[in-house]
């Protein structure tokens, strides 16, 4: 039982099977075992995990928010893109076009739905989703589509 103790509190810190097991002087084989043939042990080493691995972004974001107070630009782009929607990715997508015939108000309220779909965004949410020729810049046989 101190055996399984001491892998829970380690999980708590490291949320590493490999490194818990190294630590607390067991074998992976009987770490598995142990979830296989105890479920309290299967739900405290789950528990265990989830603690550890909320321990490790908490780090994380403090080391990041650190960096970001340094001022070290791939810091502050990371924080950005993923915490700002002005920052967020997009999504392009380029067709060949076929032919320049417009299209319905109904057909563009599919190919927008069919968008959100892919895009994750609702239809409603849309407003400044365009479908448009391609610029001056682009392709001409080309159309472009930005969400």
């Known amino acids: 039982m101190e055996n399984k103790d001491t892998i829970l509190e380690i999980l708590k810190e490291m949320p590493i099977i490999e490194v818990a097991c190294k630590k607390a ?26 603690h550890g691995i909320e321990f490790i972004n908490d780090m994380s974001e403090s080391q990041l928010i650190t960096l970001i107070k340094e001022k070290k630009m791939p810091a502050i ?26 299209l319905s ?15 994750g965004i609702k239809a409603d949410e849309q407003n400044n ?18 969400i």
């Open 25 to 50: 002087g067991i074998g992976r084989a009987t770490y598995y075992r142990w979830r296989k043939e105890d479920k309290e042990f299967r739900r405290q080493s789950d528990d265990a995990l989830s």
């Open 77 to 102: 782009t990371l924080w950005l893109r993923n915490n700002h929607p002005r920052y967020g990715s997009r999504t392009k997508i380029y067709t060949p076009a076929s032919s320049r015939e417009d």
């Open 105 to 119: 108000s109904e057909e563009e309220r599919i190919v927008l739905d069919a968008l959100a779909l892919v895009s």
């Open 129 to 146: 989703s365009t479908i448009s020729q391609p610029d001056s810049g682009e392709s001409q046989d080309k159309e472009s589509v930005s």
